[in-house]
């Protein structure tokens, strides 16, 4: 069975500090996508990235930078110089294997709070 | 404008009385969701669809009923709600079926649904 843990309830961080945000999923299959979505207090879900199990490029988006690790299970997500506006919930979920899209698990989420 | 649109918005109700909660989507989609979210515990797949009259069980069924009569609507049914169902609750739809479902996700607004 697929499961994603964030083990990280919650994080406050002022201004301008960098922050990981952990997650680690389990999963039986060799194919599997993995996702990070936001939510900031308006409560709407927005998608942030997608990467697949054969691609362990990480990868950069302005602030925002992904590190994905076969070896450890794990597809950390960091805001780097973080501002007020990243305050929200992050989750972290997966997809397991060539037709199953219909089964996306997510983790618990982590919120952040980014102080001014 | 593409959008999935639940209703309502707020729901306050008492034990046992039946209730439906909305979800239309006006961008053609075969694949349609219902999630909640508590504390804790992220979002929980309850039921998803994968075309007119194909339904089925996510990870968290009981205690909800679904039906997909037509393609835009995917209603989710309470028959007799009870306190451990107080929640907030996504309806989702994707143009994809397969594993990066997660990716082409449109939620809707999400439903806030409390039982006294």
């Known amino acids: 069975a697929q499961k994603v843990t964030q083990a990280q309830t919650e994080i406050s961080v002022v201004e301008k500090e960098d922050v990981t945000l952990d997650c680690v999923y389990e999963?039986?299959?060799?194919?599997?996508?993995l996702f990070w979505y936001k939510q900031p207090p308006s409560g709407e879900l927005v998608f942030l990235i997608r990467?697949?199990?054969?691609?362990?490029q990480n990868e950069i988006s302005g602030r925002y930078s992904w590190n994905f690790q076969k070896s450890t299970s794990s597809f950390n997500f960091t805001i780097t110089a973080s501002q007020v506006v990243d305050s929200a919930v992050y989750f972290c979920?997966?997809?397991?294997?060539?037709?199953?899209?219909?089964?996306?698990?997510f983790g618990e989420g982590t919120q952040l709070t980014v102080n001014p | 404008e593409a959008q999935v649109t639940q209703n309502p918005r707020y729901l306050i109700t008492v034990t046992g009385k039946k209730l439906t909660v909305t979800c239309s989507q006006n961008m053609n989609h075969e694949y349609m969701s219902w999630y909640r979210q508590d504390p804790g515990l992220g979002l929980r797949q309850i039921y998803y669809?994968?075309?007119?009259?194909?339904?089925d069980k996510g990870d968290v069924p009981e205690g909800y009923k679904v039906s997909r009569k037509e393609k835009r609507n995917f209603p989710l049914i309470l028959e007799s709600p009870s306190p451990n169902q107080t929640s907030l609750y996504f309806c989702a739809s994707s143009l994809s079926r397969g594993p990066d479902v997660g990716e082409k996700l449109f939620f809707g607004s999400g439903t806030q649904l409390s039982v006294l």
């Open positions: 669809s994968m075309n007119v009259e194909v339904t």
């Open positions: 999963t039986r299959d060799t194919t599997y996508y």
């Open positions: 990467r697949n199990s054969f691609d362990e």
């Open positions: 979920a997966l997809s397991e294997g060539e037709t199953s899209g219909s089964r996306l698990t």
